[in-house]
């Protein structure tokens, strides 16, 4: 009876090997299996090791929804924009494709640069696995380039201006400047032939490069074996590394799969949810204000990736900026990719590598502060100050009609878009709330229409009744404003401190021409 | 051809008139040294040897050719941006009466050439100041640092850049921050009682627009 039963299940058990073992002979994929995911790894391979299996999780999730939206999109400068807009508001599920596709590029990134850290760190590129870091390096330009370029597609204001900029660093390099910013560009503007160039970055070039390189990285990973976690005083001998690296692995190692894979599938579905739900929370990255160059009101940032950049070109100094934007890329990538070169062998323990947990340390911090600094963007002047930020009642209290007229002028001037008075108005310029403690009379006449110190000269700009009106206001921020605006109680201070009026109208027509 | 044929049938000689003695001898080398010269067949495999040297020789030359040839048309239009022709024409801005001296204004205007396909970045922007009557001054929008867009604020007379905090004044000349030069200024004349500017390009560091 059992035996009856059992005959249909074990013929198609049968006819289910026949057939693998068929497919095997004409494709060899047992083989391939044996190889790749079955191939033994160390046995504390363990969470270290989830984020490089996190970044190919989110790079196949960017070929996936790529696709899709490359069947959507119109790589047209004269249509890319409103068919952002038609994939998020009337395709269905269009915005929530648009978000994953952008957080995920982000968390690729992230988990890209977790991932080279974590190899630095436990010196996973030493001998025998240089040319995987080699991979691993031109795998990060690749994927950044795709973050720029996928910026570009977005075909906004930022996208726009973002292309200027990259222009005009095009632009600084001696006598091939121009050729550079046309081939950068494919033409002498910014046109539907720049966007159609970097469409065919985006969604040829740049991820059929990341595919091969995926391909030399996981290959050279098959070849040489995932590094044993590093143990202080253990180094690597490239003489006898890989015939002890081999015994460990086959008598102490797990298959890949299920073993040592079990830590990565937890890490990336765990990474997969935070996905969708960062990506239906935030919702897709813009398209932001029209790509129109007639719109002069704009005010570029680069997405947050590249933020720690445009501090960078703020905050070097001008001298130099043309030379480190030039050399200094190649000359990093170049040192980048040579660290396996650099130090080959010996320990790979943190513990033993002082300088090179330093260098992390202070690339990470360095990075984090531009970072913020991007956020910040102190050194721009807010454009809008001048009409739209309030000023607190505690700096127009008790003021003289001349002093009061200096408070106009401190705003149609545009004096706020760089100088903030109680913390309201442009970083670019010193705060002013307490200017009148460190300036006199005549040194802010002198500052205001001479300049000098990276601040514009006013002296055309305002005529002398102006000048001394402003200068009046400016002598009144003495710091006993703050105390009202600390407290909020204005009525509660008796007199606003000694101001510097009789000093002031003492000075005012000398010194005002 | 014909001439490499009739080498070869010459004996084994033949091969040191190759033109491509490299491909022929990595061919030749180990049947060289274990074929006895004076065999009966040596004619006929220095024959067939030169066959298939020639062979070789062909296919390569061939597939060069072709190969350049097909290049030409992939590279020449991949690279053809590079040649960089200034495409900038005379552009009319407006007439000169609608420009009140002391002024600095922002005036748009559309690219003299482009496609359809361009859309809004065809458009383009530029800021004139009538110094007096007939005399201007035309700044591009774009900031001597990197590019962006600057503002020009009336009341202060300066223009300012959103991104890095450049700032010119009313002549253009750098006021402060990072720019390297003064802005971008194109080159204007006068025709039938209308501004016009010579514009077509980007301006950069390298030209002025």
């Known amino acids: ?513 | 051809m014909s001439d490499q044929g009739t080498d070869d049938m010459h004996g084994q000689n033949g091969m040191h008139d190759q033109h491509d003695q490299n491909d022929k001898l990595d061919m030749k080398n180990p049947r060289a040294s274990s074929a006895s010269r004076s065999c009966q067949d040596c004619a006929h495999a220095a024959a067939k040897e030169s066959r298939r040297g020639f062979l070789f020789a062909a296919g390569t030359t061939l597939l060069t050719i072709g190969g350049a040839l097909v290049a030409v048309p992939i590279v020449g239009a991949a690279l053809a941006p590079a040649a960089n022709r200034n495409p900038s024409k005379w552009i009319p801005l407006g007439k000169l009466v609608d420009f009140k001296v002391g002024d600095t204004v922002l005036v748009t205007f559309t690219n003299p050439w482009g496609t359809p396909d361009d859309g809004d970045t065809r458009e383009n922007a530029c800021y004139v100041r009538c110094l007096e009557a007939g005399k201007f001054q035309v700044f591009a929008v774009n900031c001597a640092h990197l590019g962006c867009p600057v503002e020009w604020f009336e009341q202060s007379r300066l223009f300012m850049c959103p991104c890095h905090g450049g700032v010119y004044y009313e002549d253009g000349s750098r006021a402060s921050g990072p720019p390297p030069r003064g802005l971008f200024e194109y080159q204007w004349r006068i025709a039938d009682e209308n501004l016009e500017i010579f514009a077509g390009r980007l301006p950069g560091l390298q030209e002025d627009a």
């Open chain 1, 1 to 513: 009876m059992t035996q009856e039963k059992m005959k249909p299940a074990l013929m198609v058990k049968r006819a289910a090997l026949d057939g693998l073992r068929w497919l095997d002979d004409r494709t060899g994929i047992l083989w391939m299996l044996r190889k790749s995911v079955f191939h033994r790894v160390p046995r504390n391979a363990k969470w270290w090791y989830v984020f490089g299996s996190a970044t190919m999780m989110f790079f196949t999730i960017q070929i996936a929804s790529g696709i899709v939206l490359a069947t959507i999109y119109a790589p047209s400068a004269a249509q890319a924009y409103e068919s952002l807009v038609y994939i998020d508001e009337q395709v269905p599920f269009g915005w929530m494709l648009r978000a994953l596709h952008g957080w995920s590029s982000n968390a690729m990134c992230i988990m890209m640069l977790i991932h080279l850290a974590q190899v630095f760190l436990h010196g996973a590129y030493k001998f025998p696995r240089e040319l995987t870091w080699v991979s691993g390096v031109f795998l990060c330009l690749t994927t950044l380039g795709l973050a720029f370029t996928g910026q570009i597609m977005r075909w906004d204001a930022d996208a726009y201006w973002g292309l200027g900029i990259g222009a005009a660093i095009a632009d600084r390099a001696p006598g091939i400047g121009n050729q550079l910013r046309a081939l950068l560009l494919g033409g002498p503007v910014i046109s539907g032939a720049t966007l159609t160039r970097f469409f065919t970055l985006h969604v040829f070039i740049l991820p059929g490069a990341a595919i091969a390189l995926i391909g030399c990285h996981l290959y050279s990973v098959l070849r040489n074996g995932i590094s044993e976690m590093p143990k202080a005083g253990e180094p690597v001998d490239p003489a006898t590394y890989r015939e002890g690296y081999e015994a460990r692995v086959q008598k102490d190692g797990v298959p890949f799969y299920p073993d040592a894979a079990r830590h990565d599938m937890v890490f990336c579905g765990a990474m997969l949810l935070v996905l969708i739900g960062v990506a239906a929370w935030f919702g897709p990255f813009g398209p932001g204000a029209l790509p129109d160059p007639r719109i002069i009101e704009a005010s570029p940032r680069p997405d947050g990736l590249f933020l720690w950049l445009f501090a960078a070109l703020a905050l070097l100094p001008p001298a130099s900026e043309t030379f480190l934007l030039l050399v200094g890329p190649p000359v990093a990538i170049a040192i980048l990719a040579a660290v396996p070169f650099l130090s080959n062998r010996g320990e790979r323990a943190p513990s033993r590598r002082p300088i090179s947990v330093l260098l992390v340390v202070l690339l990470t911090t360095g990075f984090a502060v531009l970072t913020l600094l991007g956020v910040r963007s102190p050194w721009s002047p807010q454009m809008k100050a001048w009409t739209s930020t309030p000023s607190d009642i505690a700096f127009i209290a008790d003021r003289t009609p001349l002093e009061l007229q200096g408070a106009l002028e401190f705003q149609f001037a545009q004096c706020r878009n760089c100088h903030s008075i109680g913390d309201a108005g442009g970083k670019r310029g010193p705060d002013l709330t307490t200017v009148a403690t460190r300036l006199s009379w005549d040194q802010l006449v002198r500052q205001i229409q001479q300049g000098g110190g990276n601040m514009p000269a006013y002296g055309k700009a305002l005529s002398s009744v102006e000048t001394q009106a402003l200068v009046a206001y400016l002598s009144t921020l003495d710091g006993g404003d703050l105390r009202a605006t600390l407290t909020g109680a204005l009525e509660a201070q008796p007199a606003r401190d000694a101001a510097p009026e009789p000093v002031a109208a003492e000075h005012s027509p000398r010194q005002v021409q």
